[in-house]
């Protein structure tokens, strides 16, 4: 049996949700490879790049700005699962104009994100808004801080259904960030320094990869089931509800990459980092690799 590292770099379903199913339905065993999942949040990119990620926006962020040659072989969604969650009062995100928002930072690709879409709405991330940078995590203190008061509206990540919090505590999702900035993203990439994307171990996760995907377009109970072990503050029904407006409809079937939308989001990135959009989406985003 083959076996591979393979890192996270994100918590919650946008991140983890194809790999959690591969593994949980022994896919991987099927295609004959040990997989360990390692957490890579906090790695620096010389350690991440020695393992598989499935971050494909911290492997474009690090290709156009130091140079990593990571490439991506697989792109589970083409809309970023992170949400705008503000206190009541706030109904849109111009209202963010002189509030407290809790964010990544703007290095992260989260981070980076966030600025485009907050520059599209007309704000100037830097000027405009008072931001409080956290690292990525559970988003439970961005809960906290929202309910004292502490802070104003938090980009929260899929450790959440933000539309049944929203709900719960009369609080309100100013925008969906999937749409507002369209990027293909979490997969699988690996730097070919360090492993072969033609390698067996790679090739073998790749078909676990995208048996996962059809799972969760063809079985949507046994995919709200997984989608349950990160959701465990919500009901089935708000789990099932999660799934189908954000899950079902924007996740690939096959990991292939849009490369139209991927020039778009390169363009951007590039423009928001201020560095030279050096990569085009067909160099990076090498979805069409065989696995066969």
């Not at 507002?180 to 993203?185: G, K, Q, V, W, Y």
């Not at 320094?193 to 990869?209: E, F, I, M, N, Y």
């Amino acid at each position: 049996m083959h076996t591979i590292d393979l890192a996270y770099v994100g918590r919650g379903l946008h991140e983890e949700l194809a790999a959690y199913i591969a593994d949980q339905e022994d896919f991987y065993a099927d295609e004959g490879v040990h997989v360990a999942l390692r957490d890579g949040c906090t790695w620096d990119e010389e350690r991440l790049r020695r393992c598989a990620t499935i971050g494909l926006g911290r492997a474009l962020l690090s290709r156009l700005t130091d140079g990593t040659p990571w490439v991506g072989l697989s792109v589970n969604t083409h809309r970023p699962l992170f949400w705008f969650l503000a206190r009541s009062g706030l109904t849109s995100l111009s209202d963010l104009a002189g509030r407290r928002l809790a964010v990544h930072a703007p290095h992260t690709a989260p981070g980076c994100f966030t600025r485009i879409v907050l520059r599209r709405a007309g704000l100037d991330p830097d000027r405009d808004i008072r931001t409080v940078v956290r690292p990525p995590g559970d988003y439970r203190m961005d809960l906290r801080r929202l309910r004292d008061g502490d802070i104003d509206a938090a980009l929260v990540g899929s450790t959440m259904a933000p539309e049944a919090v929203a709900a719960e505590h009369g609080w309100e999702v100013l925008a969906w960030m999937g749409d507002r900035f369209r990027i293909p993203t979490v997969g699988l990439a690996v730097d070919p320094t360090h492993t072969d994307p033609d390698g067996p171990a790679v090739q073998a996760v790749l078909r676990a990869h995208r048996r996962a995907l059809k799972v969760i377009h063809n079985d949507p109970d046994t995919t709200v089931r997984h989608i349950q072990t990160f959701l465990g503050g919500h009901t089935t029904d708000e789990a099932r509800a999660h799934y189908k407006t954000f899950i079902a409809p924007h996740f690939t079937i096959d990991g292939q990459a849009d490369l139209a939308v991927g020039d778009r989001a390169i363009t951007a990135v590039a423009a928001e980092l201020g560095v030279p959009a050096t990569v085009t989406a067909a160099e990076f985003y090498r979805t069409a690799t065989t696995t066969s």
